[in-house]
């Protein structure tokens, strides 16, 4: 059963839940990427030319793709489809059609992090577009420094989240958001989006 987060962490951009993958999704994420080794993340610069890049400054992360077409890994994405649904009928009721690719994120300090971005720059290809991101703390934050959540406007409104181990949070993917340096140790999570029909 997944119960909401202390109130107190929820906020007008984020919302979330404790115990967030089952005993099936945390087999199927370990068995996949003990079998994926991670490669440095890129960044798109969909402003110019919808390039990706690799730019440190921006982001310092090892990261993971997690085929949804793998047998392996099919029990996780039923667990995020689950959590999605229930996400968005209680807070967002979006028309949602699909989970994306999802992402497994290694931050090792001392410069682990990733700057102000959003996660839907534009309408999507196909007719879809990036409606719901969210994050999944996958370690316990006592094994690292630094490397919170901030959700919200730059220098205006921020919440930050220090992600519990197997706790989610959600958010509008039209939201800006960054992960700070971690500054010790390691911080893991899983991060994804839903997507649906673009918006009119």
Do not use: C
Request: net charge negative; proline share 4%.
């Amino acid at each position: 059963m997944m119960w909401l987060i202390n109130p107190e962490e929820q906020s007008a951009y984020s919302w979330g839940f404790n115990n967030a993958l089952t005993d099936e999704g945390w087999k199927s994420l370990n068995d996949y990427i003990a079998a994926n080794p991670t490669s440095k993340a890129e960044i798109l610069n969909s402003q110019v030319d919808d390039k990706a890049f690799k730019e440190k400054k921006v982001r310092d992360t090892d990261i993971t793709w997690i085929s949804s077409e793998n047998e392996i890994s099919k029990p996780l994405y039923f667990n995020i489809g689950k959590l999605a649904e229930e996400a968005n009928n209680v807070f967002f009721n979006y028309n949602l059609s699909m989970v994306e690719t999802l992402q497994y994120s290694v931050y090792n300090a001392p410069t682990g992090h990733y700057d102000w971005h959003i996660d839907a720059m534009h309408k999507g290809q196909h007719g879809l577009t990036r409606k719901i991101s969210f994050s999944i703390g996958l370690n316990d934050p006592s094994e690292y420094e630094g490397g919170e959540l901030i959700i919200g406007a730059p220098g205006l409104y921020e919440t930050s989240h220090k992600l519990e181990k197997n706790q989610i949070v959600f958010f509008n993917s039209i939201v800006t958001h960054k992960v700070t340096p971690v500054t010790k140790g390691v911080r893991k999570s899983l991060v994804g989006w839903i997507k649906g029909p673009n918006f009119v």
